[in-house]
């Protein structure tokens, strides 16, 4: 959830529940703070939590959606190894 919270957060994508007060709180506080960062005040973390909870990845962390039915590799590594550059072993 957390990764997928955070993109979602950017407006970057991915699907996490509309209106919710853990969304409600980080974009408050970020925006106090106004460096471009993710902030939420520590009584806050309940409703963070519920937040990142609810958060699906449409596609790998990581990885783009390029159209409706297609993601694509951004992983450095995993491309190395798909492509069989060498020196990258995966599970």
Same mark, same amino acid.
């Given at each position: 959830? $957390? #990764?997928?919270?955070?993109?979602?957060?950017? !407006? #970057? !994508?991915? =699907?996490?529940?509309?209106?919710?007060?853990?969304?409600?709180?980080? +974009?408050?506080?970020?925006? +106090?703070?106004? #460096?471009?960062?993710?902030? $939420? &005040?520590? @009584? %806050?973390?309940? &409703?963070? =939590? %519920?937040? $990142? @909870?609810? *958060? @699906?990845?449409? *596609?790998? +962390?990581?990885?783009?959606?390029?159209?409706?039915? +297609?993601?694509?590799? @951004?992983? =450095?590594?995993?491309?190395?190894?798909? =492509? !069989?550059?060498?020196? $990258?072993?995966? #599970?």
């Amino acid at each position: 959830g $957390y #990764d997928v919270a955070r993109v979602w957060l950017q !407006g #970057d !994508g991915q =699907r996490c529940s509309h209106g919710t007060a853990g969304g409600h709180a980080i +974009k408050q506080a970020s925006a +106090k703070v106004g #460096d471009g960062n993710m902030w $939420y &005040r520590p @009584q %806050e973390t309940s &409703r963070v =939590r %519920e937040l $990142y @909870q609810s *958060c @699906q990845s449409t *596609c790998a +962390k990581g990885d783009a959606q390029v159209s409706g039915d +297609k993601c694509e590799v @951004q992983d =450095r590594k995993a491309l190395a190894f798909l =492509r !069989g550059d060498g020196g $990258y072993v995966c #599970d």
